[in-house]
T-cell receptor, first 112, second 107 residues
């Protein structure tokens, strides 16, 4: 692994199903973030984590949950997917909240 | 109201032209970021600014904290600069993004 990796790269999901998007970084960054990107709305912060063991809500947290059990991993879970969660999801990490962020390649999720 | 406004939304230039993309924001910030998103979708951080000016190769970013305004300049533009450029501001634990400027540089 080099940098920050997301999985899967794309997924088609039936509405009502549970889904976890995975994000792993090997840079020992303290801060990690999940964003969604929608046409016409740009990137929006879903959840963030300042350091392992802590998480916080961003601009659009409803319908999503995160955990940060260790420094490297920051999974995003959709407990019961809805079509409005169709989006491209980006994970990012940074050394701390005030340094530049490195982005994963994105996960394209379609909820049908 | 969007806290971050970018202009222009779309920009087409000829190779070699000097490019300016503007970003205005309405909240007190701790830092401003310029990001580049290529057609394949990947996002790369270009600059993080809290004051003054930064330069990296042909890219220059400036910020005026009092006026809540930042500019991204590209000198001697090249077709490989074609991408969406996104301004983002950090305040408290939140990050807000502009809608992006789609730049097309024609050979």
């Amino acid at each position: 692994i080099a940098g920050i990796t997301q999985a899967p790269t794309s997924q088609i999901l039936a509405a009502g199903r549970r889904m976890t998007l995975r994000c792993t970084q090997d840079m020992r960054h303290n801060a990690m973030y999940w964003y969604r990107q929608d046409l016409g709305l740009g990137l929006r912060l879903i959840h963030y984590s300042n350091t392992a063991g802590t998480t916080g809500k961003g601009e659009v947290p409803d319908g999503y949950s995160v955990s940060r059990a260790n420094t490297d991993d920051f999974p995003l879970t959709l407990a019961s997917a809805v079509p409005s969660q169709t989006s491209v999801y980006f994970c990012a990490s940074s050394e701390d909240m005030n340094t530049e962020a490195f982005f994963g390649q994105g996960t394209r999720l379609t909820v049908v | 109201k969007n806290e971050v406004e970018q202009s222009p939304q779309n920009l087409t230039a000829q190779e070699g032209e000097f490019i300016t993309i503007n970003c205005s924001y309405s909240v007190g910030i701790s830092a401003l970021h310029w990001l580049q998103q290529h057609p394949g979708g990947g996002i790369v951080s270009l600059f993080m600014l809290s004051s003054g000016k930064k330069k990296h190769g042909r890219l220059i970013a400036t910020i005026n904290i009092q006026e809540k305004h930042s500019s991204l300049h590209i000198t001697a533009s090249h077709p490989r600069d074609s991408a969406v450029y996104i301004c983002a501001v950090r305040f408290n634990n939140d990050m807000r993004f502009g809608a992006g400027t789609r730049l097309t540089v024609k050979p």
